[in-house]
C-alpha cells in the first residue's frame, strides 16, 4: 500500500463496505458514493437485526434513504443562549467528502433554528497529520479565519496555547463526561476541548473458526499467538493467503495506538508518565516489542509493516483473517451484506501481557470540539461547540452515525444500546479500560514524541533495529525533544 | 544568450558527417545498428513510460488499476476520474486557478522587474553595478529550506498567510535571479549602436530601452518567462507551508495529498487523473517553444 | 526545480559593453542621469532580494541561535550554539545527512552516465532526434510531486506495475530464450513475491533516487548536448585519419572537450540533490530511512513547530552549498588556467 497517513478515527461501517466493493470492482465510484450516501439510514438497521455476534446490515437495497434532516432525531438541548443571533461562525469539521456530512448540516440547520447564529462548515483535511498541520499553520498566522475546530483527542497538548477555556461552557454537565477524556483534555487546568466522540482499540475474532479448531477466545497475547498459529496452520491448506492476526504496523500514528497496547499489557508503562519521567526504557516494553516482532513473518505477514487499517479490513472482510485489532467501526463494517465474514465476526477486549502489571489495554481515539483564541466570535463558538457535545446530539450521532459517545448517560440510553449493541457490550472498554496516549505530559511535543515511537517502532517490526536498542534510541530521541530546544 | 547557434548546428552536421563515412553492412555492423536502435527505443520507453501508464491508468476503472497481474491495456474505457477531478468534491478546480494565477503574475513580475534590472546591469555604467548583479545571483545557490520558517513569519507579518500573494511573493526568488542573470547576457550581446544611435537622436536612456531593446530582446524574454512559469507551476514546498485552504492552495499540493472520497481509499486513478492534467500544459509548453527551452536552460553552460 | 543560472566566476563575469563609450563620452550629468537610471531600473529587484531573500536569511541565522518556536518566535531566547550541539548529538540528524550526501552522489553520479549516454545519442545523426530531444523533455516538465506520485503508483506492492514486470512479464520474456531461458527467469522474483521497493528501509532510497534519475537526467543530457555541439567537427576528422576508435575518440576528445559544461551541469545537479525536499517527501513523508536534511527542517518545523531547530539545519545546509559553490568555482579556475 502506498503511505498515507490516516485519520485514526470512525470509518462508517457502511462506507467502508461500499469502499471495499468499488476497489475490488464490484461496483462503481458513482455507486459507491450512492451507498455512502445512504449510510445514514444504516445504523437503524443494524439495531433491528441486534444481536452482538450475529448482527448483519440489511442490503443497501432494502434500506430506505434518509437524507438531509429527515430520519435525524437530533435534540437541540433547551440551555442555549438565544441573544447572539445573526453572528457567523466558520467550523472545522468532517473532510469534503466525509459521510457525516449530512448530518453536520442537519445538526447546524437546528442550532441555527435555536440560536440564530449561523454556522458555515468548513471541510478540513482527511488525513489527521495534514490536519493537524494546517491547524498548526493556523495558529501559527494568528488567523481569525476559524472559530472552531475538530480535533483529535491527542492534540489538546499541542494545541492548548490557542485553546479558549470551556471549563465554564459545560460546567452543569461536566461530571457526566467520560472522566479519562476531560482529564486529557485538561490542560493546566482549562478544558481546552469538549469530548465530542471516542474510539478504542479492540480485538476482532472469527466465531466460525475458533468453532471449528475448539478454541475460546484469547485472554493473553501468548494464547493469541498459539491460536493464531493454530488457525492459520489449519487454514493454510485451503487458502494460501490466510492470516493468523491482523493489526497495523506502517510508521504512523496508528503504531503508536498498537504499541502502546502491546506495552501496557505487558505493564511497560506508558512511554511518558504523567509527571514526565520518560518511562519507554523497560524491561517489559522490550518484552512486548519482541513478542510482537516475533509476529511478523509467522501469523503476520511481513507487508504489516507498511499495514494501516484499510488492509487490516480488507484482510479481514475477506476471510482472510483469524484474529484482528482495529477500532469499532470495523463490527459493522465486517458484518455488512458485501462481507464474506458477515455474522462469524466476534469482539473483545484486547488481550493481556505477562509479568508485573499486566492488564487488559485499550488505546484512546476520539475527536473533541475546540474553540480558537484568535477566533473574534468566541461566544457564539462556545455555543455551537456546547450543542454539539450535548446529549441529544451525541445520542443521534450514535444512532445515526454509530459514533461512540463521550456522556456517561448516552451509553445508557435505550436507543443507542439496541442500534450500537457493541457500544454497550463493550461499555467498560470506552468508560474505563482505555488507556490515553501520553498527549497530556508531553504537551506541545507530543507529534514528535510519537512519530520517534512508531519510526524507531516500525524498525523493530522490519527487523532493522532490536528492540532494546529501539526503546534506548527512543529514550534519548524524547529526552531531546523534551528539552525544549 | 546561446540558443542552439546556425554555426554550432552546422559544425555538428559536419562532424556527423565527417565520420561516418560509407561502409559495407558486416555483422558486427548490424549488431551495432540493433544495439544501437534498441537504445533509441529503449530510451523513449524510459521517458515517456511513466507518463503514458498515468493516462491509461487516468482512463481505466479503480478496479482494473489493482488488479494482478495487472491490465496494461484498459479493457473498459472511463471517464469517472476526470469527471471527479473538475468536480467541486476534489478541490482540484480551485487549486488550479490558484496555480494558473500564481505562475502567471510571477512571469510578469519577473520578467517586468528583470528585464528592467537586466537593462541596467547590462547596457548602463554605475558604482555598485557588480554588487547588485553577484547579490541577485547568489540567490541561485539559495535552499528554500534556509528561509522557510523566518520567511514564514514575513509572510504572516505581511498579513498575506493562505493567499496568492505569499506564493507569488516568494516565488520570485527562485524566478528572479535567473532571469536578470539571462537577459543581462542577452542585452550585453546586442551590438551597442543600436541604443547609440537612438541616444544620439536625443531619447532618453529609458526610452531606449522601451522601444529599442526590449522588442529585440523578445526571444530572451519569452525563454525566461517559460522558464520562470514552469518552475512556479511545479513549486511544492513553499506552496506546502505557506498555504492551507483552496483559497490559494496550488495543484502540487493538492496532488500530493489527493486522496479519494472516504478515509482509507487510494484512488489511484483520480490521482493520475490529476497528474495527467496538471501535466498537459507543461507538454504543450515544451512542444511548442522545444528550442527556446532548451537554449534557455543550458544559456551560459557553454558559455565561452 | 533546477535553477539554470551559473555564477560564474568573478574574472569572467564584469565585461561591459558600453564602457567604452562611456568613457569616450564624459558629460558628467549625463553620467549621473544615467545612474540614477540605472539605480531606479534595478531598484524593484533588489527590494524583492532583500525582502524575501537576506532578510529571512540574516533571521535564520539568528535564530539558529535561539529556542525560538515558530508559533510564539517573540519569545526567543539565545542559547548559542545549543541547536548545533543537539544537531551533532541527534542520531536522526546524522541519520539525514548521511541520506542527503547518498542521494546526492548517487543520484548525481547516475544521471551522469545516463546522460552522457543520452546525450551521444541524441548527438549521432539518426532519423527522429529531434522526437528524443523532445520527448527527453517531458519527465523535465513534469512536476517533481506529479513524477513521484507516477512513480509511486508503479512502484506500489502488489499491483504496481513495476512488480508485474518482475514477476510476470520479464520471466516470461526471457524463457523465450533457448537453453538459458528458464534459468534465466529463475532469477526473477516468484509470483506473489512482491518487491518492496518502497517499504524495504534499504531498498527505499534507491527507488526514491530511480525517480530522482529519470527526472533530471535530461537537463544533465541537454547540458551536456549543448557542450558536445561546441567541438568542432574537423576534430573527429582527424582522429578518424589517424584510426582512433569510438572508444578512443570518446575518451580523448569528447570528454576533455565536454567538460566545462560537465562541470557545470554537476554543481547545478549537486546543489539541487543537497536540497531535495518534494520527491522524498510525496513519496515517504518524513520516513527514517529516507529522511533527508530538506526534510528534517521542514519536519521540526510544521510537526515539532522548532524554528530554532529549523533555522540551524538551514545554516548547515547553506554552508555546505556555499562550499560547494566555492569548490566549483576554484575547479573553473584551474579548468581556465590549464
Given at each position: 500500500?502506498?503511505r498515507f497517513?490516516?485519520?485514526?478515527s470512525i470509518?462508517?461501517p457502511?462506507?467502508a463496505?461500499?469502499r471495499r466493493?468499488?476497489?475490488?470492482?464490484r461496483i462503481?465510484?458513482?455507486?459507491?458514493l450512492f451507498?455512502a450516501?445512504?449510510?445514514?439510514?444504516?445504523a437503524?438497521?443494524?439495531a433491528?437485526l441486534g444481536?452482538?455476534?450475529?448482527?448483519?446490515?440489511?442490503t443497501?437495497?432494502?434500506?430506505?434513504a434518509a437524507?438531509?434532516?429527515?430520519?435525524?432525531?437530533?435534540?437541540v438541548?433547551t440551555?442555549?443562549?438565544t441573544?447572539l443571533?445573526?453572528?457567523?461562525?466558520?467550523?472545522?469539521l468532517?473532510?469534503?467528502g466525509n459521510?457525516?456530512n449530512?448530518?453536520?448540516?442537519?445538526?447546524?440547520?437546528?442550532f441555527?433554528?435555536?440560536?440564530?447564529?449561523?454556522v458555515?462548515r468548513?471541510?478540513?483535511?482527511?488525513?489527521?497529520?495534514?490536519r493537524l498541520?494546517?491547524y498548526?499553520?493556523?495558529?501559527?498566522?494568528?488567523?481569525?479565519d476559524l472559530?472552531?475546530?475538530?480535533?483529535?483527542?491527542?492534540w489538546?497538548?499541542?494545541?492548548?496555547?490557542?485553546a479558549v477555556?470551556?471549563?465554564?461552557?459545560?460546567?452543569?454537565?461536566?461530571?457526566?463526561y467520560l472522566p479519562?477524556?476531560?482529564?486529557?483534555?485538561?490542560v493546566?487546568?482549562?478544558?481546552?476541548a469538549?469530548?465530542?466522540y471516542t474510539?478504542?482499540?479492540l480485538?476482532?475474532h472469527?466465531?466460525?473458526l475458533l468453532?471449528?479448531?475448539?478454541l475460546?477466545v484469547?485472554?493473553?497475547?501468548?494464547?493469541l499467538?498459539?491460536?493464531?498459529?493454530?488457525?492459520?496452520?489449519?487454514q493454510l491448506?485451503?487458502?494460501?493467503?490466510?492470516i493468523?492476526?491482523a493489526?497495523?504496523?506502517?510508521a504512523y500514528?496508528?503504531l503508536?495506538?498498537?504499541g502502546l497496547?502491546?506495552?501496557?499489557?505487558?505493564?511497560g508503562?506508558n512511554i511518558v508518565?504523567?509527571?514526565g519521567t520518560?518511562?519507554i526504557?523497560?524491561?517489559?516494553?522490550?518484552?512486548?516489542f519482541e513478542?510482537a516482532?516475533?509476529?511478523?513473518?509467522t501469523?503476520t505477514?511481513?507487508?504489516?509493516?507498511?499495514?494501516?487499517e484499510?488492509?487490516?479490513?480488507?484482510?479481514?472482510?475477506a476471510?482472510?483473517v483469524a484474529?484482528a485489532?482495529?477500532?469499532?467501526?470495523?463490527?459493522?463494517?465486517?458484518n455488512a451484506?458485501?462481507?464474506?465474514?458477515?455474522g462469524?465476526?466476534?469482539v473483545s477486549?484486547?488481550?493481556?501481557?505477562s509479568?508485573?502489571?499486566a492488564?487488559n489495554a485499550a488505546?484512546?481515539?476520539g475527536?473533541?470540539?475546540f474553540?480558537?483564541?484568535?477566533s473574534?466570535?468566541?461566544?457564539?463558538a462556545?455555543?455551537?461547540t456546547?450543542?454539539m457535545?450535548?446529549?441529544?446530539?451525541?445520542?443521534?450521532?450514535?444512532?445515526?452515525?454509530?459514533?461512540t459517545?463521550?456522556?456517561?448517560?448516552?451509553f445508557d440510553?435505550?436507543?443507542?444500546?439496541?442500534?450500537?449493541p457493541?457500544?454497550s457490550?463493550l461499555r467498560?472498554?470506552f468508560?474505563?479500560?482505555a488507556?490515553?496516549r501520553?498527549?497530556?505530559?508531553?504537551?506541545e511535543n507530543y507529534?514528535?514524541?510519537s512519530a520517534v515511537?512508531y519510526?524507531?517502532?516500525?524498525?523493530?517490526?522490519?527487523g532493522?533495529?532490536?528492540?532494546?536498542e529501539?526503546?534506548a534510541n527512543m529514550?534519548t530521541d524524547?529526552?531531546?525533544?523534551m528539552s525544549?530546544l | 544568450?546561446?540558443t542552439?547557434?546556425?554555426?554550432?548546428?552546422?559544425?555538428?552536421?559536419?562532424?556527423v558527417?565527417s565520420?561516418?563515412p560509407?561502409?559495407?553492412w558486416t555483422i558486427g555492423?548490424?549488431?551495432?545498428?540493433?544495439?544501437?536502435w534498441?537504445l533509441i527505443v529503449?530510451?523513449?520507453?524510459?521517458?515517456?513510460f511513466?507518463?503514458v501508464w498515468?493516462?491509461?491508468?487516468?482512463?481505466?476503472?479503480n478496479?482494473a488499476?489493482?488488479?494482478?497481474p495487472?491490465q496494461y491495456?484498459?479493457?473498459?474505457l472511463?471517464w469517472e476520474?476526470?469527471?471527479?477531478?473538475?468536480?467541486?468534491r476534489?478541490g482540484?478546480?480551485?487549486?488550479?486557478?490558484n496555480?494558473a494565477?500564481?505562475?502567471?503574475?510571477?512571469v510578469?513580475?519577473?520578467?517586468a522587474f528583470?528585464a528592467?534590472?537586466?537593462?541596467a546591469l547590462?547596457r548602463l555604467?554605475?558604482r555598485?553595478?557588480?554588487?547588485v548583479?553577484?547579490t541577485?545571483?547568489?540567490m541561485?545557490?539559495?535552499?528554500?529550506?534556509?528561509i522557510?520558517?523566518t520567511l514564514?513569519q514575513v509572510?504572516r507579518?505581511a498579513?498575506?498567510?493562505?493567499?496568492v500573494?505569499?506564493?507569488?511573493?516568494?516565488?520570485l526568488?527562485?524566478?528572479?535571479p535567473f532571469?536578470v542573470?539571462?537577459l543581462?547576457?542577452?542585452f550585453r550581446a546586442m551590438p551597442?549602436?543600436?541604443?547609440?544611435?537612438?541616444?544620439?537622436d536625443?531619447?532618453?536612456?529609458?526610452?531606449a530601452?522601451w522601444q529599442?531593446?526590449?522588442?529585440l530582446?523578445?526571444?530572451g524574454l519569452?525563454t525566461t518567462?517559460l522558464?520562470a512559469?514552469?518552475?512556479a507551476w511545479?513549486e511544492?514546498?513553499?506552496a506546502?507551508?505557506?498555504?492551507?485552504?483552496d483559497?490559494?492552495?496550488?495543484t502540487?499540493?493538492v496532488i500530493?495529498s489527493?486522496s479519494?472520497n472516504t478515509?482509507?481509499?487510494v484512488?489511484?486513478?483520480?490521482i493520475?487523473?490529476a497528474?495527467?492534467?496538471v501535466t498537459?500544459?507543461?507538454?504543450?509548453?515544451v512542444l511548442v517553444f522545444?528550442r527556446?527551452?532548451?537554449?534557455?536552460?543550458?544559456?551560459?553552460a557553454?558559455k565561452? | 526545480m533546477t535553477?539554470?543560472?551559473?555564477?560564474?566566476p568573478?574574472?569572467?563575469?564584469?565585461?561591459?559593453p558600453?564602457?567604452?563609450r562611456?568613457e569616450d563620452?564624459p558629460r558628467a550629468?549625463w553620467?549621473?542621469?544615467r545612474?540614477?537610471?540605472?539605480?531606479a531600473?534595478?531598484a524593484p529587484s533588489?527590494?524583492?532580494?532583500?525582502?524575501?531573500?537576506l532578510?529571512?536569511?540574516?533571521?535564520?541565522?539568528?535564530?539558529?541561535f535561539?529556542?525560538?518556536?515558530l508559533?510564539?518566535?517573540?519569545e526567543?531566547?539565545?542559547?548559542?550554539?545549543?541547536q548545533y550541539?543537539?544537531l551533532?548529538e541527534?542520531r536522526n540528524?546524522?541519520?539525514?545527512f548521511?541520506?542527503?550526501?547518498q542521494f546526492t552522489i548517487?543520484?548525481?553520479?547516475f544521471e551522469t552516465i545516463l546522460?552522457?549516454?543520452?546525450?551521444l545519442?541524441?548527438f549521432?545523426?539518426f532519423?527522429g532526434?529531434?522526437?528524443?530531444?523532445?520527448?527527453?523533455?517531458?519527465p523535465w516538465?513534469?512536476?517533481t510531486?506529479?513524477s513521484?506520485r507516477?512513480?509511486?503508483?508503479?512502484?506500489?506492492?502488489?499491483?504496481g506495475?513495476?512488480n508485474?514486470?518482475t514477476?510476470?512479464?520479464?520471466p516470461q520474456l526471457v524463457?523465450w530464450?533457448?537453453?538459458?531461458?528458464s534459468?534465466l527467469?529463475?532469477i526473477f522474483p516468484?509470483p506473489?513475491?512482491?518487491?518492496?521497493?518502497?517499504?524495504?528501509?534499504?531498498?527505499?532510497?534507491?527507488?526514491?533516487?530511480?525517480?530522482?534519475?529519470w527526472?533530471?537526467?535530461?537537463?544533465?543530457?541537454?547540458?551536456?548536448?549543448?557542450?558536445?555541439?561546441?567541438?568542432?567537427?574537423?576534430?573527429?576528422?582527424a582522429s578518424?585519419?589517424d584510426?582512433?576508435?569510438?572508444w578512443?575518440q570518446f575518451?580523448?576528445i569528447?570528454l576533455?572537450?565536454?567538460?566545462?559544461?560537465?562541470?557545470?551541469?554537476?554543481?547545478?545537479r549537486?546543489?539541487?540533490?543537497?536540497?531535495?525536499?518534494d520527491v522524498v517527501?510525496?513519496?515517504?513523508?518524513?520516513?527514517?530511512?529516507?529522511?533527508?536534511l530538506?526534510?528534517y527542517?521542514q519536519?521540526a518545523?510544521?510537526?515539532g513547530d522548532?524554528l530554532?531547530?529549523t533555522?540551524?539545519?538551514?545554516?548547515v545546509?547553506?554552508?555546505c552549498i556555499?562550499?560547494?559553490?566555492?569548490?566549483?568555482t576554484?575547479?573553473?579556475r584551474v579548468e581556465?588556467?590549464?
Open positions: 500500500m502506498a497517513e490516516n485519520p485514526v470509518l462508517h457502511r462506507v463496505a461500499a466493493d468499488f476497489v475490488s470492482g462503481t465510484r458513482r455507486e459507491m451507498r450516501s445512504m449510510a445514514g439510514a444504516g437503524m438497521t443494524l433491528a444481536g452482538l455476534k450475529v448482527a448483519a446490515q440489511g443497501p437495497e432494502g434500506t430506505p437524507t438531509g434532516e429527515v430520519g435525524y432525531s437530533i435534540q438541548p440551555d442555549l443562549r441573544d443571533g445573526g453572528t457567523s461562525i466558520r467550523a472545522v468532517a473532510d469534503a459521510v457525516d449530512d448530518w453536520h448540516d442537519a445538526a447546524i440547520a437546528k441555527t433554528e435555536a440560536t440564530g447564529i449561523i458555515e468548513v471541510p478540513g483535511e482527511q488525513s489527521a497529520t495534514d498541520q494546517n498548526r499553520q493556523q495558529f501559527a498566522a494568528q488567523s481569525a472559530d472552531v475546530y475538530q480535533i483529535d483527542v491527542i489538546p497538548g499541542i494545541i492548548a496555547p490557542f477555556d470551556l471549563t465554564e461552557a459545560v460546567s452543569a454537565t461536566i461530571g457526566d479519562a477524556l476531560v482529564e486529557n483534555n485538561t493546566e487546568g482549562s478544558l481546552v469538549i469530548p465530542w474510539d478504542a482499540g480485538l476482532y472469527r466465531t466460525d468453532e471449528q479448531y475448539g475460546t484469547p485472554t493473553t497475547w501468548d494464547e499467538t498459539t491460536s493464531a498459529q493454530t488457525i492459520q496452520d489449519g491448506a485451503t487458502n494460501p493467503n490466510f493468523g492476526f493489526w497495523q504496523g506502517a500514528e496508528g503508536t495506538c498498537n497496547e502491546w506495552q501496557v499489557s505487558n505493564g508503562g508518565e504523567a509527571d520518560i518511562s526504557n523497560n524491561e517489559q516494553a522490550i518484552a512486548a513478542r516482532a516475533g509476529w511478523v513473518n501469523i505477514p511481513q507487508g504489516v509493516v507498511n499495514w494501516q484499510v488492509d487490516t479490513l480488507n484482510n479481514f472482510v476471510g482472510n484474529f485489532r482495529n477500532w469499532p467501526y470495523m463490527f459493522s463494517a465486517s451484506a458485501a462481507s464474506t465474514v458477515a462469524n465476526v466476534g477486549v484486547l488481550p493481556m501481557g509479568g508485573e502489571g492488564r488505546t484512546l481515539g475527536w473533541n470540539m474553540v480558537s483564541t484568535f473574534t466570535k468566541q461566544e457564539a462556545i455555543e455551537y456546547r450543542f457535545a450535548s446529549a441529544g446530539v451525541q445520542r443521534s450521532f450514535a444512532i445515526e452515525k454509530s459514533h459517545p463521550t456522556l456517561v448517560p448516552v440510553d435505550p436507543d443507542v444500546a439496541s442500534a450500537q457493541f457500544i457490550e467498560d472498554v468508560t474505563g479500560g488507556v490515553a501520553p498527549s497530556t505530559p508531553t504537551g507529534a514528535e514524541v515511537y519510526q524507531q517502532l516500525n524498525a523493530v517490526l522490519n532493522s533495529t532490536t528492540a532494546a529501539a526503546v529514550e524524547i529526552d531531546g525533544i525544549g | 544568450m546561446t542552439l547557434s546556425a554555426a554550432a548546428e552546422e559544425a555538428r552536421r559536419d562532424a558527417q565520420y561516418k560509407k561502409r559495407k555492423r548490424i549488431l551495432n545498428k540493433t544495439l544501437f534498441a529503449f530510451l523513449f520507453t524510459y521517458t515517456l511513466p507518463y498515468a493516462f491509461l491508468s487516468s482512463i481505466r476503472p478496479s488499476n489493482g488488479q494482478i495487472v491495456w484498459p479493457e473498459n472511463t476520474h476526470y469527471q471527479y477531478v473538475f468536480s467541486e476534489s482540484f478546480l480551485p487549486a488550479l486557478r496555480s494565477i500564481v505562475s502567471f503574475s510571477v510578469i513580475i519577473s520578467i528583470g528592467s534590472a537586466a537593462y547590462g555604467r554605475f555598485g553595478r557588480s554588487f548583479l553577484y541577485i545571483l547568489s541561485t545557490t539559495f535552499p528554500a529550506i534556509a522557510l520558517g514564514f509572510v507579518q498579513n498575506i498567510y493562505d493567499t500573494f505569499a506564493l507569488i511573493f516568494s516565488y526568488i527562485f524566478t528572479l532571469t542573470w539571462t543581462t547576457n542577452f551597442g549602436e543600436l541604443e547609440e544611435s537612438a541616444l544620439v536625443g531619447a532618453s536612456p529609458f526610452r530601452f529599442i531593446l526590449l522588442p530582446a523578445l526571444p519569452v518567462g522558464l512559469f514552469i518552475n511545479n511544492f514546498l513553499f506546502l507551508t505557506f498555504t492551507n485552504s483559497r490559494a492552495r496550488t502540487p499540493v500530493s489527493f479519494g478515509q482509507f481509499d484512488p489511484w486513478g483520480a493520475m487523473a497528474s495527467v492534467t498537459l500544459p507543461l507538454i504543450l509548453l522545444q527556446l527551452i532548451i537554449g534557455g536552460l543550458t544559456a551560459g557553454v565561452g | 535553477q539554470p543560472v551559473i555564477p560564474v568573478p574574472s569572467a563575469a564584469v565585461v561591459n558600453v564602457q567604452r562611456n563620452a550629468s553620467a549621473k542621469a545612474e540614477r537610471l540605472a539605480w531600473m534595478v533588489m527590494v524583492v532580494v532583500i525582502v524575501v531573500a532578510y529571512p536569511l540574516a533571521q535564520t541565522v539568528y535564530y539558529s535561539t529556542d525560538a518556536r508559533t510564539r518566535a517573540d526567543a531566547v539565545w542559547r548559542g550554539l545549543d550541539r543537539f551533532w541527534d540528524f546524522r541519520g539525514a548521511v541520506n542527503t550526501v548517487l543520484s548525481v553520479l546522460g552522457m549516454a543520452t546525450a545519442l541524441i549521432s545523426n532519423a532526434r529531434g522526437l528524443l530531444r523532445t520527448a527527453i523533455l517531458v516538465a513534469i512536476p510531486v506529479v513521484s507516477l512513480w509511486q503508483y508503479m512502484f506500489t506492492e502488489p499491483y506495475v513495476f508485474d514486470i514477476q510476470y512479464r520479464l524463457d530464450i533457448p537453453g538459458i531461458g534459468s527467469a529463475g516468484a506473489g513475491d512482491s518487491i518492496p521497493f518502497l517499504t524495504d528501509p534499504t531498498l527505499s532510497l534507491f527507488s526514491i533516487i530511480a525517480v530522482d534519475v527526472k533530471t537526467t535530461p537537463f544533465m543530457a541537454l547540458l551536456l548536448l549543448a557542450g558536445l555541439q561546441t567541438i568542432p567537427g574537423d576534430v573527429y576528422e578518424n585519419i584510426g582512433a576508435t569510438k578512443q575518451w580523448q569528447t576533455p572537450l565536454v567538460r566545462p559544461a560537465l562541470l557545470v551541469a554537476l554543481i547545478f549537486t546543489m539541487d540533490s543537497f536540497r531535495v525536499f517527501y510525496v513519496m515517504k513523508q518524513g520516513s527514517l530511512d529516507t529522511q533527508t530538506a526534510i527542517a519536519q518545523l510544521i510537526n522548532r530554532g531547530r533555522s540551524a539545519v538551514a545554516v545546509i547553506f554552508l556555499a562550499l560547494m559553490v566555492v569548490a566549483y576554484r575547479l573553473v581556465e588556467n590549464s
